[in-house]
């Protein structure tokens, strides 16, 4: 489990609810799942460093259904409060940094929480040249896709990834992607200090035109008109991840996409990609996919 901040869950009895599942696969998806079962009662509480998107259900993870009893809740997330009694599959959406509250007395209710490293979702948001939207609070609501994904992850995750660390990451990403599309707002003010999307559309652009040979952070910082350790510190707040890891981002991207094509071998991808050999190539799609070149070329 990436570390989330303080999370507190307990039951109406004082007991830890029964956890289903936990955890992430290999690999560097910035995403990861817990599924926990009450049956008494439902204390919730944290202040977090990642986003948590929660849903709340009572039957079994592996059945389409999502059954819930009409269970009371009361939630409060970052001095906002709602009393409700939430549909079955229903979302809440805590942003980093919120004090989060949530507490229920029913029994029997199933909570699937998934957390999303906000650096992660600050890449995707860039890369989909979404840069000024940030995650929107919610204290209620129903995405059904999002459901079923995160059910998805939950359910690899309690039967130690069956599916492979390949196929959670693309769910992983795939979970982040419909998170940005369709729960995220543009932010009110730009924020100064930030680096605006036609800089960083040059800066990817350069990069992409070098990824055959080395890329160097002054240069980035050259055509972004700043000193270079101005330039990493502001260019790091832009995007989520720093210059170095940005660019090795954009290698694996096109690496992934030549494997994939099928058409050259891994120490001609390594070569075009700006790589030291096949063998560095792959142990960084090992490090970031949770696979071999091999498993995803198949």
Not at 36 to 51: E, I, K, Y
Not at 224 to 245: D, H, I, K, L
Not at 253 to 270: C, H, K, P, T
């Amino acid at each position: 489990m990436i570390d989330l901040g303080e999370l507190h869950l307990m039951q109406g009895d004082g007991n830890s609810p029964r956890t289903l599942a936990a955890g992430s696969a290999p690999g560097e998806s910035g995403v990861s799942v817990l599924a926990v079962r009450f049956q008494s009662g439902v204390h919730f509480s944290a202040t977090l460093r990642h986003h948590l998107v929660c849903f709340q259900l009572s039957s079994e993870l592996n059945t389409e259904r999502c059954d819930a009893r009409q269970t009371r809740w009361e939630c409060r997330i970052a001095g906002r409060t709602l009393h409700h009694t939430p549909p079955a599959g229903s979302l809440a959406i805590c942003p980093a940094g919120s004090d989060t509250i949530a507490n229920a007395d029913g029994g029997g209710v199933i909570l699937i929480i998934v957390a999303v490293d906000p650096g992660q979702l600050m890449l995707a948001a860039a890369e989909d040249s979404a840069r000024e939207r940030k995650l929107v609070l919610r204290l209620s609501g129903y995405d059904h896709p999002l459901l079923q994904l995160a059910r998805t992850l939950a359910l690899e995750s309690g039967t130690d990834y069956p599916g492979g660390p390949l196929f959670w990451n693309e769910v992983a990403h795939e979970f982040v992607d419909e998170l940005l599309a369709r729960h995220t707002s543009l932010s009110e003010s730009r924020e100064r200090g930030r680096l605006s999307k036609d800089v960083l559309m040059q800066l990817k652009d350069y990069v992409v035109a070098h990824l055959d040979g080395p890329v160097k952070i002054a240069t980035l910082a050259k055509l972004a008109g700043r000193s270079r350790y101005n330039f990493t510190r502001v260019f790091t707040g832009s995007v989520g991840v720093s210059p170095s890891r940005y660019v090795m981002y954009l290698r694996l991207q096109r690496a992934v996409e030549l494997v994939r094509d099928g058409r050259s071998g891994l120490a001609e991808i390594a070569a075009r990609t700006g790589f030291a050999d096949q063998s560095h190539l792959s142990r960084w799609v090992r490090r970031v996919y949770g696979a071999s070149p091999k498993k995803i070329g198949n």
